[in-house]
């Protein structure tokens, strides 16, 4: 398939992406709860946006060739919150939802970190945080140079950060490459849920006002409620339309949504439920699943 026809083959409604992200949530409660470790909050709050951008017809990808050279890329920048990655992955059909259960166990393709060099579907392996916009302006420009020599259409690359990874530096170096060199196939995502694992943000080391900072460094920027799929949709479509340089889209979200007790919880960061939270999580997120699942049959 050539990327277009890549970018086409996987879209579904939006209904039916909230129904992905539902299922998504499910199985990221059930695999930390299984692994007794590692990152909810995040991998929550992430859900709807990774449904969309995978299901949504702007990004190209080959689940039976997962190496595909026409594929877009996705960098996951942020890279404890894997188990949502994982998750998606599932619901693309790069792994089995089985397989998700082995989540941090020895030997399992589903490491704490994403590996790229054992999971399908990653492609990059990440972990140490302000490292990910580097990599995905390194290989927008790539991109740009192949479809410059050989007239064929531009890969797209994207990237999810949050907004406590800002934090560091090396973003900012790259953000600055980006906008000087006009990296216009390159679309970045904040996770802008306002936690970290010491505290809220704004607190801890307030990296706002973010719109006006990468407008400063020469990107377009979309603001977004992180939650709704229609609205996730039409900025990634308004993303990849923009022309003149890369493009950020701040999604503003909710740390640990879909769980109510771990909702802008610090404390849900990077600790796994018991058995007994998973049983309460897992209901409350099967309810809206119901509700989820009627709509998408126009009930």
């Not at 086409?8 to 949530?25: F, Q, S």
């Not at 949502?84 to 589903?110: D, H, I, M, N, W």
Request: a negative charge.
């Amino acid at each position: 398939m050539t990327t277009g026809q890549l970018r086409d083959a996987h879209v579904r409604t939006d209904d039916e992406i909230a129904l992905i992200a539902n299922h998504m949530r499910h199985d990221i409660i059930a695999m930390l709860e299984a692994a007794g470790t590692g990152h909810p909050g995040g991998s929550l709050s992430s859900a709807d946006i990774l449904a969309t951008l995978y299901f949504s017809g702007v990004m190209g990808w080959d689940a039976d060739d997962p190496k595909n050279p026409d594929r877009d890329r996705f960098v996951l920048s942020k890279g404890h919150i894997a188990p949502a990655l994982y998750a998606v992955l599932a619901q693309a059909g790069f792994l089995s939802r089985e397989e998700l259960l082995t989540l941090r166990k020895l030997g399992s393709r589903l490491q704490g970190h994403p590996d790229s060099n054992i999971c399908p579907g990653v492609e990059v392996g990440t972990g140490s945080l302000g490292q990910g916009l580097s990599i995905a302006a390194g290989i927008a420009l790539g991109f740009k140079q192949d479809a410059a020599a050989t007239g064929e259409p531009c890969r797209r690359v994207f990237a999810l950060t949050g907004d406590g990874e800002l934090q560091e530096g090396q973003n900012w170096e790259a953000l600055m490459f980006a906008g000087n060199h006009d990296l216009n196939n390159l679309v970045a995502i904040v996770d802008n849920n306002n936690l970290q694992i010491d505290g809220h943000v704004s607190d801890v080391n307030d990296v706002q006002p973010l719109a006006a900072k990468f407008e400063a460094f020469k990107w377009h920027v979309i603001q977004v409620n992180g939650h709704d799929v229609r609205a996730v949709r039409a900025a990634l479509q308004e993303a990849v339309a923009y022309s003149a340089g890369p493009v950020v889209i701040i999604a503003k979200t909710i740390k640990g949504k879909g769980v109510s007790f771990m909702e802008d919880k610090a404390s849900w960061h990077g600790n796994a439920p018991s058995a007994e939270q998973a049983a309460e999580a897992l209901a409350e997120i099967d309810a809206v699943g119901e509700q989820l699942a009627a709509a998408v049959k126009g009930e």
